[in-house]
């Protein structure tokens, strides 16, 4: 009997149940826009750094004004001293790197308006504002004679040398976050929506660049490639000409932890559930 009830509410659900009967808990959706390191070689949030980014994620509908949403993001990181003519001193100093970024991120939102993709009484449409934490991977690097070079093995700042045991650690590669930012989504049928998003990430690390303190002396920098050849660590960590690495001097600011931006358009899947009476015995 139960089972037979079952089957007669799905046939008529779309002619006999009102909109009240249904439910919008979850959604699947995806991204595509660009990521934009904010920090010692980017401090005038200069978009010439930006580069593409992508993502996918799940939200759970709490009710109308809330939800909760977990998500993957990927992209690129990329700066270079020379691209920002304002501030002579980053000309001079001349660094650069580039990173991929992979992030695991679950936030909370927050709409302005009571918003769904049918029901009655609710707007089709709201900007949103978010925030949460996140964890991701970094991993800077530069080109040296058109070899990739992995920054955080080469230790610029004299993180690797055996001199000093106790700062021989690098830094490491994963760190946490926390995203916020807002958005604008706008239904476009009872399934489909369309979302724009911005957001920005305070992180734990100051090494997203690779830049962080002081120059080293030059004896604490010292990497070889394949383990032979020059060393090429004193280049990596002062690229200026003419030199302008004076060990102690500063090289960046560790004061300020680095950022980065995450800016995109997602489309989303919404499941649209049957909420059906129960039957008495």
Known sequence: ?????????????????????????????????????????????????????????????????????????????????????????????????????????????????????????????????????????????????????????VGTEGQKTPNRPNKNRGYNSYSFGIPYGGGFKVALNQNWSLNIEASTRFTFTDFLDDVSGSYAEPEDVNFFINGSGPNIAP????????KIGIPGKQRGTSSEKDRFMMIGVGITYTFINIKCPKVLN
């Not at 280049?235 to 003419?242: E, G, M, T, V």
Request: proline fraction near 4%.
């Open 1 to 153: 009997m139960k089972k037979g009830f079952s089957i007669f509410c799905l046939l008529v659900a779309s002619i006999s149940i009102p909109k009240s009967a249904f439910s919008q808990e979850n959604e699947i959706g995806a991204w595509i826009g660009t990521t934009v390191y904010l920090g010692d070689l980017n401090p005038t949030v200069s978009f010439k750094n930006a580069r593409w980014g992508a993502g996918a994620f799940y939200r759970r509908n709490i009710n109308n004004r809330m939800s909760v949403k977990a998500g993957f993001n990927y992209g690129f990181l990329d700066a270079a001293d020379n691209r920002i003519k304002r501030y002579p001193y980053l000309q001079a100093r001349n660094l650069d790197f580039k990173s991929q970024i992979a992030e695991v991120a679950i936030t909370y939102e927050i709409n302005f308006f009571k918003y769904s993709t049918f029901e009655r009484n609710t707007k089709r449409w709201t900007p949103y504002l978010f925030g949460g934490i996140s964890m991701f991977y970094f991993s800077p690097y530069t080109k040296y004679d058109g070899n990739k070079i992995a920054l955080e093995k």
């Open 235 to 242: 280049f990596l960590a002062d690229k200026s000409n003419p």
